[in-house]
């Protein structure tokens, strides 16, 4: 029952310090404003449109994709870099937590090289991590009307190499064993960049690993590089594709890296509240105490830039401490102050509901489930991925109260598990987050 749960929401969801750096990318604080700001995306998914003809092939990878949206990738980034370009204060950098790629297309990582460029141009600058989906996935394929075609898949060296602006050509440390950097964002704060994929073999037919772990050696070097600001005053923001602690106890270790335990000695050993995590496809807050209650660490999933609502994480960081807070991106404004025609674009919002719905209509796989309780599932399991249940919690209550004290305990059905699972975040906010150095 519980692998049913987890395939559902898994589908659905640091030379030197002070030398080598480059100056033209370090992301330096303001003489007026001392606040760093940061703009978080995770799983774009992107497909180039060059690799696929409108038909039912593709359509099936929409339909089947758990919620993912396909279509409208490209513009989806065209409305970030219109937002980015209006903020009302621009974002000093744009973190992307990995999934680049829908399924580790060379095309794909080529047309976002383009992308990144051009919001760097505004002066916000870009970096990256992979995820599970963008190297050495044996799913790279182009679309026919009616079938899918193996294509050029990303090795290590290509994304290292069409990435290079964005993050690896300026960092301060590299990971010998693995795509893992260390930059610095200005002389007080470093940016942590972990690659928590397993990779298998070159030029393989096989679906991406979705299991993360990071090597003693990616751990050790981490360690090492960590020790070196031990007694300085370096704040350090720590970013992965997998969680770096569990999250919810029935998810198991499906989304947090395998050797979390070791991770979590180091992060509490070093003091480092937060981390910046995707993988889940979910908006949602993991949180894990100190064995001696002195502190915590906070694990922040960003919910998918490609499924419902499209998502960013906003960051302020100051001198005693930070926050993060979810803001939509918003393609409505984009596509009507640019004079788009596409009325799935002028009416985005409902129309990625409208995906997700119908790539989840099999959430209800017992037909004595009432339709209330069906109804009820798609409410929350929409809002679970958006991160507020909480918010529509009282009206749900008012709505479906009678349905929702006949739930029990007991796994009478997967819509009856499932939605015991989502009813346990009804009290908390994955929205928000706020911690101190």
């Not at 001392?34 to 990878?61: A, C, F, K, N």
């Amino acid at each position: 029952m519980i692998k049913k749960i987890l395939k559902l929401l898994e589908l659905c969801v640091l030379i030197s310090l002070l030398y080598g750096m480059s100056q033209e990318r370090s992301v330096e604080a303001s003489s007026v404003e001392d606040e760093l700001r940061l703009w978080v995306i995770t799983d774009l998914h992107h497909l180039s449109p060059t690799l696929y003809e409108e038909g039912p092939r593709i359509q099936e990878m929409q339909t089947t994709g758990a919620g993912l949206e396909i279509f409208y990738s490209t513009e989806r980034l065209q409305a970030l870099t219109y937002q980015i370009e209006h903020a009302d204060n621009l974002p000093h950098a744009l973190i992307i937590s990995g999934d680049l790629t829908l399924n580790g297309e060379y095309m794909s990582l080529v047309e976002l090289q383009e992308i990144f460029s051009e919001i760097e141009q505004l002066g916000t600058e870009v970096y990256v991590i992979p995820g599970n989906h963008d190297i050495h996935n044996g799913w790279a394929s182009s679309f026919t009307e009616s079938r899918a075609v193996r294509n050029k898949q990303i090795t290590p060296q290509d994304f290292k190499e069409l990435m290079s602006s964005f993050g690896y050509q300026e960092a301060i440390y590299h990971d010998v064993s693995s795509l893992s950097y260390i930059t610095q964002l200005r002389d007080d704060h470093w940016l942590v960049m972990l690659d928590s994929n397993i990779y298998l073999n070159e030029f393989n037919n096989q679906p991406p690993e979705s299991k993360g772990r990071l090597s003693d050696g990616t751990l050790d070097w981490l360690s090492e590089r960590l020790d070196l600001i031990k007694e300085e005053d370096v704040r350090v923001t720590f970013v992965l594709h997998h969680s770096s602690i569990s999250h919810i106890e029935q998810f198991g270790e499906r989304f947090v890296v395998e050797n979390s335990d070791r991770l979590t000695e180091i992060l509490e050993e070093h003091h480092i509240p937060v981390t910046l995590s995707g993988h889940m496809h979910a908006q949602h807050i993991g949180q894990y105490t100190y064995q001696d209650n002195t502190g915590s660490i906070a694990d922040i999933a960003t919910g998918a830039f490609s499924v419902q609502p499209s998502v960013i994480g906003e960051i302020t960081i100051g001198e005693y401490g930070g926050s993060y807070h979810q803001v939509l991106l918003e393609v409505e404004h984009w596509a009507q102050q640019t004079m788009q025609v596409d009325s799935n674009i002028l009416n985005y919002n409902s129309y990625i509901q409208s995906v997700f719905t119908k790539a989840n209509e099999h959430i209800n796989q017992n037909n004595e489930d009432s339709d209330d309780m069906t109804s009820l599932a798609k409410e929350l399991n929409l809002a679970f991925f958006a991160g507020n249940i909480s918010e529509i919690w009282e009206a749900t209550v008012s709505s479906y109260g009678e349905t929702i004290e006949s739930i029990t305990s007991e796994e009478v059905s997967f819509l009856n598990s499932y939605l015991l699972l989502l009813i346990d975040q009804a009290e908390l906010n994955h929205k928000e987050y706020k911690w101190n150095y």
